[in-house]
């Protein structure tokens, strides 16, 4: 049984795929990352889920990777670390190739791997308090594994507005980034969501799976090569005194020694 999603399917193959890590802001860590990537494979063949919605329990969609997973890193040797970066790596492809279309329902913040979910997304909406972030940088490490994603989805020029600064930026802004298709309400989010997902009860599932397959492959901007130079990167970061300075500062409750704001 699930301990950090939930999964929920309706009568008309509507899937529900909830993050209920409240207490710690749904962050990613090894245990979700495992079992999102068990979802997707059990996904694969299941032509009677015509649409799924990704959301998220408490008040935060998704704050990134979570930081004691990431302590760990620091701790463990390259081959650890790259192990580790790989499995982020999996889960996220699996996701963006779904054969479903993934729809989100982002509210809260999305923040780090937050950005990295939510651009793996066919639909994301978002309500207008949503934040979102690509922090990395305050930490000392950098967007790796979800980069592909984040460039495929935002395209370089714009990526390189928010992928090195770490500023938050608001849902309207990320409307404009091409994460977010649109804004609704808070208290219309999941309506929505359940409206763009109603959108394929009358479509053919299968038709569907080989147009999202195609969108994916006409693409050619999430091969092998760039997947695996991102794990590389990842692996690599945790590996500098930035990232040893940035995390502990984190958990030690003060600014690293390169943050004078």
């Given at each position: 049984?699930?301990e ?6 309706d009568?008309r ?20 990352i ?23 329990d408490?008040a935060?969609?998704?704050a ?11 701790q463990?040797?390259r081959k650890?670390r790259?192990?580790e970066?790989r499995?982020l ?7 963006n ?5 993934l ?10 791997g937050?950005?990295g979910m939510?651009c793996?997304c066919?639909v ?6 949503t934040?979102?972030?690509?922090t ?5 490490i ?7 994603y ?5 395209g370089?020029?714009?990526a390189r507005r ?7 930026f ?20 999941m ?11 009358s ?7 080989s ?23 990842l692996a ?9 300075e940035?995390?502990a500062?984190?958990f ?10």
């Amino acid at each position: 049984m699930s301990e950090t999603i939930k999964v929920e399917v309706d009568a008309r193959g509507i899937v529900q795929l909830r993050l209920i890590r409240p207490d710690k802001r749904n962050a990613l860590s090894a245990q979700m990352i495992a079992e999102l990537t068990e979802f997707a494979a059990s996904a694969q063949e299941r032509r009677d889920w015509r649409a799924v919605i990704l959301s998220g329990d408490g008040a935060t969609f998704c704050a990134g990777g979570d930081l004691d997973w990431m302590r760990q890193q620091m701790q463990s040797d390259r081959k650890t670390r790259m192990a580790e970066a790989r499995k982020l790596a999996t889960m996220l492809g699996a996701l963006n190739g779904l054969p479903q279309p993934l729809i989100g329902a982002i509210h809260g913040s999305a923040f780090g791997g937050g950005v990295g979910m939510a651009c793996i997304c066919d639909v994301a909406l978002a309500t207008p308090e949503t934040l979102f972030g690509l922090t990395e940088t305050r930490l000392g490490i950098i967007p790796a594994t979800i980069g592909p994603y984040v460039l495929a989805r935002m395209g370089e020029g714009r990526a390189r507005r928010v992928f090195m600064s770490a500023k938050r930026f608001s849902a309207l802004e990320a409307v404009e980034l091409g994460i977010v298709s649109r804004v609704v309400s808070a208290d219309a989010l999941m309506s929505e969501a359940i409206a763009e997902a109603e959108l394929y009860l009358s479509t053919a599932p299968g038709a569907v799976a080989s147009a999202k397959a195609l969108a994916r492959s006409l693409s050619r901007s999430l091969d092998a090569d760039r997947i695996e130079e991102s794990i590389s990167a990842l692996a690599d970061a945790w590996e500098q005194d930035e990232a040893k300075e940035g995390i502990a500062a984190f958990f030690e409750k003060r600014k690293p020694h390169w943050d004078h704001s």
